[in-house]
């Protein structure tokens, strides 16, 4: 069958079985790879067309009103799909609805082969920013010109197709077989295409570049570059003119370059600490274009003292745009080359071998599943680096990635074949080799901490985005436990006669030896599942029941309820203690009878090294389990560790998590890091409170005899670019009124989306109130004219939120939590930034409050010496969203009038740029706002 009809359909909504009914029809068909015909058709749906989906679509009622009935066109529409595929995109929906029409009027249905294009674009390009068909044919270079309406859509989802088909027809051999193997679990009849694809390779010889392959599967062959020496030297000052100044590399590669003295300044100050063998700590505000700034004196200090810088970031975000954009600049610029390399925990990289080893088993996987296998044999073929974050996998397949992680593969012998091959290997020898190592701060922080290095040798660091460092450095010295995980784990270890892990391990090694350890497994796994369950319902009633004392909300909207000795209600806390021993109780059972298979089977010749590498990660697992109930719940450490639990209101009666983390970190970091690096460079846009460092010397513990410190000031003028906005006649938060506040706020929101013509970024510090605004907005907006985009409510992650945002004309976000820092909106898409409150931790958060307690015992003020500044530097983060770039302009609308009024107003004031504040009525603002617009 060589004939395939693409169709899609413009309806009212969602839900044929709901009565929503079909409006427009396109289809297109394709033979020989070659659109050959046409057909588009408008329906007359005989009820109106919701307002969203004619700004959607551009169809209007008045369009519609003599169009052809669904009825009288529907015999014409199944005739163009006799002897053919069906291919759209998403066909559950397209056919789905068309199938419930042709029922409801007395029609066959369709009972086609179908082709559905998103299944395909994800498996056979992996690394697509989206699968929305816009974004999607914008990826590979297919010119969409009417959204949203069918044809339009139609004849680009048949231009996908042939891309696809295109792709399919270049992956190896071995990649068709492994797909033939998945195929029938797929949505899409996918196994006449692969089987006419493998029949070509037979009568071809094609040498195929660059791909390898060992064991039956193929991937991209990857050579790890050769270092190249022998520099010509020039001192540092003639290297930073021949690239900052006039007619240098920056002038002459870059046509819109403007020179910034803040960035000169910054790269010399990071070479003089790297010769006096001092830390730094930098500020560079915004604009100060501080990647290329501190990339300079790195890449210098590495070729010419030919010893490793390493550069460590918060988010991966920043990661890429330093391989992506930083460094390949660097490289056109200087004059000598640069070895980097990018190295994260080996939870990041697939492990060939793992994988190779799944696809081989017998056993039926889900959906989610083989779709991530059939993903990752395409991506094999052209990645680099193993790395999963270059893709996007459906929900479960992250379960199964863990299996095929490297983490999961135990010890490689060096003298294995697919230790050579190993994307993990190849990223540590390509570090080892690198003059700039990239990094992230958890790993930094397991690299610091821990006796085996994961990290190369090295003395000096940049550490960017360094207000994260204490909190990370924290997060990886505490332990976490919950619910969900301890299940999952048990769940996934199954009973003697389920098809999981132990169900497939007796059956492969059915020895009489550990028969008698097998009698008692089933039981064990079960009272350790009830126990599990008992414990974390137990601590959910124990918080609810807990009056407000040691309570408080976490900004994504959990109960946070902080724990320790729990003197005054003995007795319940006793049977907690006694629940938690239990449980450990069972996993040292569970643990007894898998290490006595072990031993069994470590005897016969058949065990295969998977098969243990597997069975002593499960151990090390539940092991695990033990040594973190051990710490939360027996060991006491005083004030020098915070516990608390978290459970979401709103979720099972057992979603219970749980905390351990220390209340100071900087002994921990002056010991094992400050004092063992020869220099530390700490940079960020936000390090100061009112222009001083000691907040953050103190917080991470940099000995200050040591320490260089410097604020480079944007090049932007703030004073022409931004107004900043404070409303006097707001309702009191304090006084019990929080709905007042609330409705005074989402009627501001409402007055500015007019003047600003949305464009808009709510920053909130609660999920509560956050909820509470979009609801009320939602109530209170008379029409569908601004589309309201929500953290939590509306569904996906940050970044698609944000392109969400970017995407609808007129639109407002609300965001709490991570929108605070590292969102980028450049340009007109962003007009204003309204804050809600001013961003102080509540003063019984858990952390804050164990803090709060160990300075206090220390004799400091925990106001000045943590609240205070850890909320100006999270309201600097939050400002520094609006400006982007030199051109842009706004609005920044703070509704807290703290910070006019109170003492400490003049810190917020005072450590964020110079611009033009106005404190009046909300009348009168936005009276201004409108002015200066």
Known sequence: MNRYVVIDLETTGHSPTKDDRIIEVGIVILKKDKIVDQYSTLLNPHKKIPPFISNLTGISNEDVKDAPSFFEKAEEIIELFKESYLIAHNVPFDLGFLNTQLAINGFQQLKNPVLDTVELSRILFPQAPSYKL???????????????????DAYVTGKVFLKLKEKLWALPGETIEHLIRLEKKLKSDLYPLLLERQKQLMYEEIV????????????????????????????????????????????????????????????????????????????????????????????????????????STFTTQLQSQLLEEEIPLVRDIVNFPIQVALLKGKSHYLSLEKFNHELASPYEDNYDVVLTKAMLLIWITETETGDIEEIQLPTSGFHFFKKVSTESEGYIDPSSPWFSRSFYQKARKKAQLASIVITNHALLCTDIFNEYKLLPSYDKIIVDEAHHLEETASRHYGKKLDYISMQYILNQLGTTEETKFLGKFIEKYPYKQHHLSLEKWNATLSDAKYEIDELFRTLFQYVMAQNSKNKSLSDVGRIQYRFEDENEIPDKWKAIREMASRVSFYLKDLIHILTSIERDLLKEETFEKFDHDELKGN???????????????????????????EIETHGAKNAVYLYSEPTDIADFLTNDFFTKKKSVILTSATLTMKQSFSFIQNRLGLPSDLVLTTKIKSPFSYKDQVKLMIPNDFPSIKYGKPDDFIYATCEAIMSLAEITNGRMLVLFTSYDMLRKSYYLLKEIMESDKYMVIAQGISSGSRARLKK???????????????????????????????????????????IYEAKSEHLKNEGKNPFMELALPNAVIRFKQGFGRLIRSASDRGIVFVCDSRMITAKYGSYFRDSIPEVPITNDSTQKLMEQAKEWF
Not at 827 to 837: K, Y
């Open 208 to 311: 195929q570049k660059n791909i390898a392959t060992y064991q039956g599967l193929a991937f991209k062959h990857i050579e790890v570059p050769q270092v190249e020496h022998g520099v010509e030297h020039v001192s540092f000052g003639d290297f930073l003119d021949s690239i900052y100044e006039e007619n240098g590399a920056l002038q002459n590669k870059l046509s819109s370059y403007e020179k910034r003295d803040g960035q000169r300044e910054m790269s010399e100050m990071i070479f003089d600490a790297f010769q006096l063998q001092k830390h730094a700590l930098i500020e560079a505000e915004t604009g100060t274009g501080k990647s290329l700034a501190y990339l300079l004196p790195a890449v210098y200090e590495a070729v010419y003292s030919e010893r490793k810088i390493v550069i």
């Open 804 to 846: 969400n945002f970017q995407t609808f004309e007129q639109a407002i976000l609300l965001g709490t939590s991570s929108f605070w820092e590292g969102v980028d909106i450049p340009g007109e898409d962003l007009s204003c930034l309204m804050i809600i409150r001013l961003p102080f931790q509540p003063p019984d958060h858990p």
């Open 619 to 645: 151990i090390d697992q539940l092991q695990s389990f033990i040594d973190r109930l051990a710490e939360l719940f027996f060991n006491h450490h005083g004030e020098k560790y915070v516990k608390w639990m």
């Open 134 to 152: 816009g974004q999607l044919a914008e990826y590979l270079g297919i010119y969409h010109d009417e959204p949203h309406r069918a044809l339009s």
